[in-house]
Each structure stands twice: as structure tokens, then as C-alpha cells.
């Protein structure tokens, strides 16, 4: 069946500028999540949403990152003001339901900012 | 002190090798552990995991958890070209919102 599934993949924004990513996880994954994976580092939580309830948003680095889940699927991650260490990968994982401990991923967005 | 603690690499193996890849950790809350292999410009994939201690073997891969040590590892037999990428082990506990740490990942070229 068809995987978690993001776009863009790639992103050129330039430094100041707003971007929104986006995500679609497999569809009836209730768990969502955004990961941040900077050169040579390993992933870094942004945020989690599972069904209808308060995304977790611990991970967000600056009030600059925000979420929002729709209808319990699509995702959006934005970014306002980018700044050039905003530069790296943005992966999102899904899963079936909140007491499963194991994610599926999609391929990415690589954002650069110049 | 990271929460898990993965050696970056690079691991250079001749093909046909065994590989030995390795994560520590200080959380011994952890129960679930993950490896994911993560090909360049791709996402991480799910290769293995297992809950709590002890063994878990999938054809040429075999997961290892020693939680008195806090020390998992992940063995690949027969290692090919194909297996050239980053592995990166990830852990959770149970209960809450099983959001995951992810060591840094180790890079591994195997060579013909």
C-alpha cells in the first residue's frame, strides 16, 4: 500500500521567508509525527499528534515552528521567518495508533535556506 | 551525556564481513528498541526491534538488547554493498506518546 508521502522534496527559501511543508501518513495511521535531521545529526522530535488530541509540540525549537493536523491526516509544519539554521531535513512518521511503538517514515523534505 | 549514544563512523567493511553496530544508553526506562536504516536522500525504514532484552534474527540481521548494560547492538552477516547506509537504533518507553530517541546514526560503506 502507499507510504507516508511529503512535499516538497526539496525547498530553496530564502533567509526571512515563511515555508510550509506537508504531510500525508498512511492512511488510518492515527499517530503523527515531525522529526528535524540536521548534517551528521541524528533526528530531533518536533512535534506529535495522535487523533483528536493536543499535539505534544515539546520538540518545537522557537515559537517560529508551528503544526496542524486536518481532519486527522494531512499534516502542515510551518515555518515562519526562516533563518539559515532552520537548513535540514524534515521527516514526518506515522503510525497505526498511539500504543505502538513503531513508526513509518516518509522520505523527507530537504529545506535550504540562503 | 546524550540519552543514546551512537559511534557516527564512518564503518568501512569488505563485502562478506560481519558488521557489529552499537548503541548505549542512560534511560533505563527504555523498553522498546528500534533499528532503522536510512539510505542517502531517502527516509529511515524500520529493519528491526525488539521489546525488552534478549535476541531477535531476521534472515542476515540480528538484534541484540543487553539492558544490564544498557547496550544494544545490531549484527549483519553476509554484509553486501546494498547494505552501504546509516543505520541509526532508536529507543522508547512504554506508555505516554512513545515519541522515540534516535542516536546519531553510524555510517556504513561495504565494500566489494
Known amino acids: 500500500g502507499a507510504g507516508v508521502s511529503q512535499s516538497p522534496s526539496n525547498k530553496v527559501t530564502e533567509k526571512g521567508k515563511d515555508v510550509e511543508l506537508r504531510c500525508d501518513p498512511i492512511?488510518?495511521?492515527?499517530?503523527l509525527y515531525w522529526y528535524r535531521q540536521s548534517l551528521g545529526q541524528g533526528l530531533e522530535f518536533l512535534i506529535y499528534?495522535?487523533?483528536?488530541?493536543?499535539?505534544?509540540k515539546s520538540g518545537l525549537p522557537s515559537d517560529r515552528f508551528s503544526a496542524e493536523r486536518t481532519g486527522g491526516s494531512v499534516s502542515t509544519l510551518t515555518i515562519q521567518r526562516t533563518q539559515q539554521e532552520d537548513s535540514a531535513v524534515y521527516l514526518c512518521?506515522?503510525?497505526?495508533?498511539?500504543?505502538?511503538?513503531?513508526?513509518?517514515f516518509g522520505p523527507g523534505t530537504r529545506l535550504t535556506v540562503t | 551525556q546524550k540519552e543514546v549514544e551512537q559511534d557516527p563512523g564512518p564503518l568501512s567493511v569488505p563485502e562478506g564481513a560481519i558488521v557489529s553496530l552499537n548503541c548505549t544508553y542512560s534511560?533505563?526506562?527504555?523498553?522498546?528498541f528500534m533499528w532503522y536504516r536510512q539510505y542517502s536522500r531517502k527516509g529511515p525504514e524500520l529493519l528491526m526491534y525488539?521489546?525488552?532484552?534478549g535476541n531477535k534474527e531476521d534472515g542476515r540481521f540480528t538484534a541484540q538488547v543487553d539492558k544490564s548494560s544498557k547496550y544494544i547492538s545490531l549484527f549483519i552477516r553476509d554484509s553486501q554493498p546494498s547494505d552501504s547506509a546509516t543505520y541509526l537504533c532508536?529507543?522508547?518507553?512504554?506508555?505516554?506518546?512513545?515519541?522515540?530517541?534516535f542516536g546519531r546514526g553510524t555510517s556504513l560503506i561495504v565494500h566489494p
Open positions: 512518521a506515522s503510525k497505526l495508533s498511539w500504543d505502538q511503538p513503531l513508526q513509518h
Open positions: 492512511s488510518g495511521h492515527t499517530a
Open positions: 499528534f495522535q487523533g483528536n488530541s493536543a499535539p505534544d
Open positions: 534511560n533505563s526506562a527504555f523498553q522498546y
Open positions: 525488539t521489546y525488552s532484552s
Open positions: 532508536a529507543m522508547s518507553r512504554t506508555g505516554g506518546s512513545y515519541i522515540p530517541t
